[in-house]
């Protein structure tokens, strides 16, 4: 990490511990906690400027709207006594402004993102050990630090995402802890058996090449080819699994999409409330699905659509697809690798949520609700930078 970046104020380095925590979600809990309440005493002796929270309503606005509409679900739901408990989401929500209050400068942005990519490098590192002791297939896959393997999967993918966008920015950079960091990490995510994440990261590479080299498109196919080959027998028989729609747990996946079309279509504005997906999806499920209960439904947008209604998805949509669109422009600005790796993190968790219920991953919706924060922050650190230029001369 850069030697030079440090955190001013104990707010903002007790946000970092929070981001950097997520192996332990009751610690990450504490710290972000603490960030609040250090923030709110900060605030109170040492008034501030107006952050860039305040100057940034593509944010600010379907972030509000988020919230107001899981009161509502929650006060409609079929039992409101159940869905309350997804209240506790307010807490994790609180990354996203915390960040625009806190975190201004770009080697501040860096840092943490370093950050994250080392405590994903290390739970990596933990995951592939975990195949020396007895984990390693698909009723034992392996999952770091973390409870689940799609969580650990899901981390993996961002920092993976992450790191790549560092390393084509400055490909000359072999002495870069870096390059053995992402080979950790990749193994760790192909060890994780776990497809939705391989899926999201080729889409992802494909994207990358052709906002960076489009001839590179040609060797892809030669390239999959031979890792499909080299690749162990559980991790090829995964890959080809993936389009195969005889395959039980993909079938699964289409009864879990039809059985959410059907409570969209009988509460479209404010869902079944949240929490109640899993308690009556036996009401909706296809009489031929494989299971008779899900925990959810293994995509965000169908998931957050049968609980909280299509408003909730519309505005959840705007809160990415707004910071993916600044990013993006921001990269083809500045090229800069700080908004290509906030695009294409984002890129990469959107698709993986066609798969899986990412969004409703605590441990993943923190980074994602910081990542969603730094596209808006790197165009203000230009501003600034400007400012001071034009004040100079």
């Given at each position: 990490m850069?030697a030079?970046?440090?955190?001013e104020?104990w707010p903002?380095?007790?946000y970092a511990?929070h981001?950097?925590?997520?192996?332990?979600?009751?610690?990450s809990?504490?710290f972000?906690c603490?960030?609040?309440?250090?923030?709110l005493?900060?605030?109170?002796?040492?008034p501030r400027?107006?952050?860039?929270?305040?100057?940034?309503?593509?944010?600010?606005?379907?972030?509000y709207l988020?919230?107001a509409?899981l009161?509502?679900?929650?006060?409609v739901s079929?039992?409101p006594?159940?869905s309350l408990r997804a209240g506790?989401?307010?807490l994790?929500?609180?990354?996203l402004?915390?960040?625009f209050?806190?975190?201004r400068?770009?080697r501040?942005?860096r840092l943490?993102?370093?950050g994250?990519?080392?405590?994903?490098?290390g739970?990596?590192?933990w995951?592939?050990?975990?195949l020396?002791?007895g984990?390693?297939?698909?009723?034992?896959?392996?999952?770091?630090?973390f409870s689940?393997y799609?969580t650990f999967?899901?981390?993996l993918?961002?920092?993976?995402?992450?790191?790549i966008?560092?390393?084509v920015?400055?490909?000359?950079s072999?002495?870069?802890?870096?390059?053995?960091?992402?080979v950790?990490?990749?193994?760790g995510?192909v060890?994780s058996?776990t497809?939705s994440a391989w899926?999201?990261l080729?889409?992802?590479?494909i994207?990358?090449?052709?906002m960076?080299?489009?001839k590179?498109?040609l060797a892809f196919?030669?390239?999959?080819?031979?890792?499909?080959l080299?690749?162990?027998?559980?991790?090829?028989?995964?890959?080809?699994?993936?389009g195969?729609?005889?395959?039980v747990?993909?079938?699964d996946?289409?009864?879990?999409?039809?059985?959410g079309l059907?409570m969209?279509?009988?509460?479209?504005?404010?869902?079944?409330?949240p929490r109640m997906?899993r308690?009556?999806y036996?009401i909706?499920?296809s009489?031929?699905?494989?299971?008779d209960?899900?925990?959810?439904?293994?995509n965000?947008?169908l998931?957050?659509?049968a609980g909280?209604?299509?408003?909730a998805?519309?505005?959840y949509?705007?809160l990415?697809?707004a910071?993916?669109?600044?990013?993006?422009?921001?990269?083809r600005?500045?090229?800069?690798?700080?908004?290509l790796?906030?695009?294409l993190a984002?890129?990469?968790?959107?698709?993986?949520?066609?798969f899986e219920?990412?969004?409703i991953?605590?441990?993943?919706?923190?980074v994602?609700l910081?990542?969603?924060?730094v596209?808006?922050?790197?165009?203000?650190?230009e501003?600034?930078?400007?400012?001071?230029?034009?004040?100079?001369?």
């Amino acid at each position: 990490m850069e030697a030079k970046a440090r955190l001013e104020g104990w707010p903002a380095r007790l946000y970092a511990l929070h981001l950097w925590a997520i192996v332990a979600l009751f610690l990450s809990n504490v710290f972000l906690c603490l960030t609040i309440v250090a923030e709110l005493i900060t605030r109170r002796f040492s008034p501030r400027q107006p952050s860039v929270w305040a100057r940034t309503p593509h944010v600010r606005v379907p972030f509000y709207l988020y919230i107001a509409l899981l009161a509502i679900s929650i006060a409609v739901s079929y039992d409101p006594r159940m869905s309350l408990r997804a209240g506790g989401e307010i807490l994790s929500l609180a990354t996203l402004p915390l960040a625009f209050v806190l975190i201004r400068r770009r080697r501040n942005i860096r840092l943490l993102i370093d950050g994250f990519c080392v405590v994903a490098t290390g739970s990596a590192l933990w995951g592939l050990a975990q195949l020396l002791t007895g984990y390693g297939d698909l009723h034992h896959r392996i999952r770091g630090r973390f409870s689940h393997y799609m969580t650990f999967a899901g981390v993996l993918l961002l920092a993976d995402v992450l790191l790549i966008s560092h390393l084509v920015s400055h490909p000359l950079s072999w002495k870069n802890w870096r390059w053995p960091a992402l080979v950790l990490v990749n193994l760790g995510l192909v060890g994780s058996l776990t497809r939705s994440a391989w899926v999201a990261l080729v889409a992802t590479l494909i994207v990358l090449a052709l906002m960076r080299a489009p001839k590179s498109l040609l060797a892809f196919i030669p390239i999959g080819a031979l890792l499909v080959l080299l690749a162990p027998a559980g991790v090829r028989e995964r890959i080809l699994s993936i389009g195969d729609l005889h395959n039980v747990t993909n079938y699964d996946r289409l009864c879990m999409a039809e059985a959410g079309l059907h409570m969209i279509a009988e509460k479209p504005f404010f869902g079944l409330g949240p929490r109640m997906v899993r308690e009556r999806y036996p009401i909706y499920r296809s009489p031929t699905a494989p299971r008779d209960t899900v925990q959810h439904l293994h995509n965000t947008y169908l998931q957050l659509a049968a609980g909280r209604g299509l408003p909730a998805l519309g505005v959840y949509l705007w809160l990415v697809l707004a910071a993916m669109t600044v990013a993006y422009r921001g990269y083809r600005r500045e090229r800069n690798e700080l908004y290509l790796g906030a695009f294409l993190a984002l890129l990469a968790f959107s698709l993986a949520g066609l798969f899986e219920a990412n969004w409703i991953d605590t441990e993943i919706q923190r980074v994602v609700l910081f990542l969603v924060a730094v596209p808006y922050l790197l165009r203000e650190s230009e501003t600034e930078e400007e400012t001071e230029t034009l004040r100079a001369g």
